[in-house]
């Protein structure tokens, strides 16, 4: 099952333990972006209304959860090319007929197969009705990471396309860090691109620069091109941070006279597509923008599991598996892990699950005092008194209250972070502990980003841009997609 929730931002937006910045809240102004203030950290919604036909939700109202509770439709339609173009729709180009044909009970052949969404097919989110306030899991530690809506549009193909696919150009540009099953999700773009008679696409060179870099020529893509892609990692496009301004990088797509631009990034990157999307309603483009979100930190709330994350989880437990042997075969041997993860620990948590040999696991979605009686340090002598050795894994956010803070930003607007794994290494652990222990340190920040997708993974993305691919040819609005709801996201 796959959700296509349209994609706003209003500056980067994030609620303490999954962003909500590549979703929009569909409240009574139609289409809003509702959120947390990530500069302030406190929980002041953010919203921006991008529509004024109707009004704007008041959040301020003890009653808004009752006021969202409205018709479906009218809070949930997407934006479309209809919106701004006069656009007629067309029969599908696209074959259900994939399969063996099969023989009914009668006899007859069956030629065809009912494969096509609605249009209103929705995607349950809430699978559990809790009986009691107090059963676990009814309340969220962050209560701005509750979801008020039961239901979410389905993605799938249409009977309908809008696009004339043998005039379609498409462009496909993947920006920011690396992740793991990059490739697998530009494959899968190419080739579902194929299967609906779209032959003119082509991939734009390490992120937005691309378009307005001389020297970065278009890359043309087919199915020959992308075959073998998914066997390697990083981005067969190239990837960079940052940008030009957003007017320059509209004129290339008029230039290139793009009908369909699939941007694969993370929140920056979707701040940025959100930018160009506004400029071409404004001039008028007949142009899709279409992000496909890429966390490998698997932090945005409704989605099962982002691509990128198993890889990076497996890609920790050897790191793990590491530090565990070398802390036990150590005199009072304690393993330092740190691993990838700003504002959410979902890699460490996993990792540390998995691996069944972590003894410590911090993580900043929840907060931990090092000094005292109940604190880290104290419970890390008492595992080195009992045990005789020690295994910390840590989350690169974790613990930002106890370094000091820097007002500096990296390429892509991100603060840079105290480094935590220093903190403990150079000054607590040294200080409380007993002399003779000894202290591996391992670092993998950047060895999950570079592996090659697990199984899973490249199952994931490939169900998941099937799904899209036929989201998009058959109803050309700006979105974001991912899979969540049956847990078939991997």
């Not at 990083?234 to 941070?241: K, T």
């Not at 604190?375 to 008194?385: A, D, F, K, Q």
């Not at 199952?459 to 050309?476: D, H, I, V």
């Amino acid at each position: 099952m796959a959700l296509a929730p349209s994609m706003d931002y209003a500056g980067s937006v994030s609620s303490g333990q999954k962003h909500l910045g590549c979703f929009r809240v569909h409240t009574s102004s139609r289409l809003q972006c509702v959120g947390y203030d990530k500069k302030s950290r406190t929980n002041q919604f953010v919203v921006r209304a991008i529509s004024v036909d109707r009004p704007q939700l008041d959040l301020s109202n003890p009653n808004w959860k009752k006021q969202f509770q409205e018709d479906f439709g009218k809070r949930f339609s997407l934006p479309h090319l209809r919106d701004v173009i006069d656009v007629e729709p067309r029969p599908t180009t696209f074959s259900l007929k994939s399969r063996t044909p099969l023989k009914n009970v009668n006899g007859s052949v069956q030629e065809s197969w009912n494969g096509y969404v609605n249009d209103d097919d929705r995607v349950l989110l809430k699978v559990i009705k809790f009986a009691s306030p107090t059963s676990a899991g009814a309340d969220c530690i962050d209560p701005d990471c509750s979801w008020v809506e039961q239901w979410v549009h389905r993605a799938g193909p249409r009977k309908q396309i809008y696009f004339e696919p043998q005039y379609v150009k498409a462009g496909i540009v993947t920006c920011g860090g690396l992740c793991p099953g990059l490739n697998d999700v530009i494959r899968q773009i190419v080739l579902t691109l194929e299967k609906y008679g779209v032959k003119n696409i082509v991939g734009i060179q390490h992120g937005f620069r691309g378009f307005f870099e001389d020297h970065l020529s278009e890359v043309p893509l087919s199915r020959h091109v992308v075959q073998n892609i998914n066997l390697a990692g990083g981005s067969f496009l190239g990837v960079s941070r940052g940008g030009a301004k957003i007017s320059d990088i509209v004129d290339s797509i008029q230039a290139r006279r793009l009908d369909m631009l699939f941007v694969l990034g993370g929140n920056g990157t979707h701040a940025g597509a959100n930018a160009i999307h506004e400029e071409c309603r404004k001039r008028k483009l007949q142009v899709s923008i279409v992000c496909v979100p890429k966390t490998i930190d698997n932090d945005i709330l409704l989605m099962d599991k982002t691509f990128g994350f198993d890889t990076a989880v497996e890609a920790a437990q050897r790191a793990i598996n590491s530090a565990y042997i070398e802390a036990h075969s150590a005199f009072h041997g304690i393993g330092l892990v740190k691993l990838m993860g700003r504002s959410s620990g979902f890699i460490t948590m996993h990792a540390s699950l998995s691996s069944g040999q972590v003894d410590i696991c911090l993580i900043p979605e929840v907060p931990f005092i090092l000094d005292g009686p109940n604190g880290v340090l104290r419970h890390l002598e008492h595992l080195i008194e009992t045990k005789g050795f020690a295994l910390v894994c840590v989350a690169e956010g974790a613990g930002q209250e106890y370094l000091q803070k820097s007002n500096a930003t990296d390429a892509s607007g991100n603060m840079v972070l105290g480094d935590i794994g220093v903190h403990l290494q150079q000054k607590c652990v040294p200080m409380h502990l007993m002399p003779s222990c000894a202290l591996c340190w391992v670092r993998t920040l950047y060895m999950a980003r570079l592996q090659v997708s697990v199984a899973s993974q490249q199952g994931c993305a490939t169900r998941t841009m099937c799904t899209y691919q036929y989201q998009k040819s058959s109803s050309p609005q700006d979105s974001s997609i991912q899979t969540a709801g049956c847990g078939i996201g991997a």
